[in-house]
């Protein structure tokens, strides 16, 4: 965590509740600060489904309408934002980064019976390090996901990054498409609620 924090521009963003996700980062970050914290209440979960443990997504596209998360990017002064090209997340479960799939490194799950001999922090650390090589990190992941049972070297797949403002979605139109996915949500969950098939998963809630 201290070489991310160091090397990248770094925010957290747990399934749990504020309060647990606080407790965690106290004793996880010290004195190092991310860019902000985010917790279960950035899901976009009705209040109802917030209090149980449903499958949860992580949708990029909440943290690329944020205006107060894009003001933080070192050149947004120059006309440089946070966006697909340059957006990586790190969870353990794939299903969470359905809405971007290729903007994810999946980790293998850890518990009881976790292969402890995985090199999983020094493939992250050597695979986070390719993506800052890149010009598109979404279209390089799909091209070559990452695997931590690769035994091919990274170093291969170079690019030169491109030092200009991207142009893409005003944070205007990325904070109503947000806002128009979230009464999607809200309009399937009202739907569902009288279905004994709920329109939600059931599963970690890590």
Request: charged share 25%.
């Amino acid at each position: 965590m201290s070489y991310c924090l160091s090397h990248f521009q770094v925010m957290i963003w747990s399934s749990a509740t504020k309060g647990n996700v606080d407790r965690m980062c106290k004793k996880l970050l010290g004195k190092e600060s991310p860019i902000t914290i985010w917790s279960r209440d950035q899901l976009g979960l009705t209040r109802e489904d917030s209090l149980k443990n449903v499958q949860c997504y992580k949708r990029l596209t909440r943290v690329w309408a944020n205006r107060a998360i894009q003001a933080q990017h070192p050149f947004a002064a120059s006309g440089f934002f946070w966006d697909q090209t340059n957006t990586v997340l790190i969870d353990d479960s794939a299903e969470k980064a359905r809405s971007e799939p290729f903007n994810c490194i999946t980790l293998p799950d850890y518990n009881k019976d976790s292969d402890e001999s995985l090199p999983v922090l020094p493939r992250v650390h050597d695979y986070l390090n390719m993506l800052a090589c890149q010009e598109d990190v979404s279209r390089f992941i799909r091209a070559h996901p990452f695997d931590i049972h690769a035994t091919q070297p990274l170093f291969p797949y170079t690019a030169s990054v491109k030092m200009e403002g991207r142009k893409g979605p005003s944070l205007a139109e990325q904070e109503a498409a947000v806002a128009a996915a979230d009464k999607t949500t809200a309009a399937a969950d009202t739907d569902s609620s009288s279905d004994s098939d709920s329109a939600s998963f059931t599963g970690e809630s890590d």
